[in-house]
């Protein structure tokens, strides 16, 4: 199977969010995930759906019809799941970022990825 390309920062954002929302994985709950990673940037329903829709071309994710939603006034909704060359793009991506922040960290030291860690709530190694 042909190498994914490198993901965009907001394709990585979307795939992110399929993953963490799980069998919700509809267009608004995932609007709302990457609502929610992209602080305090602000995030557009459509964004979403253009993201959603280049990405499924990639083969990097999948959609379906639900069943019908009685709550919805009878209509579906459409679900999505990571595939597998979606859940490679994405491991990629986060090896790399990861790579970056121990760059930063090494260029800027320790103290600094430590300081910043607090200040967004998550204590730096």
């Given amino acids: 199977m042909n190498k994914p390309d490198s993901l965009g920062q907001?394709?990585?954002?979307?795939?992110?969010?399929?993953?963490?929302?799980?069998?919700?994985?509809?267009?608004?709950?995932?609007?709302?995930k990457v609502q929610e990673l992209a602080r305090p940037r602000s995030v557009s329903l459509g964004a979403v759906y253009v993201t959603l829709d280049r990405l499924e071309d990639k083969g990097?994710?999948?959609?379906?019809?639900?069943?019908?939603m009685p709550e919805r006034g009878g209509r579906a909704k459409r679900c999505y799941r990571l595939e597998a060359l979606g859940e490679r793009a994405l491991q990629e991506s986060a090896v790399t970022a990861k790579r970056i922040w121990d760059g930063i960290a090494e260029a800027w030291g320790k103290e600094w990825a430590k300081e910043w860690g607090k200040q967004w709530g998550k204590e730096a190694k």
């Fill in 60 to 68: 990097l994710v999948a959609s379906w019809l639900s069943e019908p």
């Fill in 10 to 32: 907001f394709e990585q954002l979307v795939l992110t969010a399929i993953l963490t929302v799980h069998e919700d994985s509809y267009g608004v709950t995932i609007h709302s």
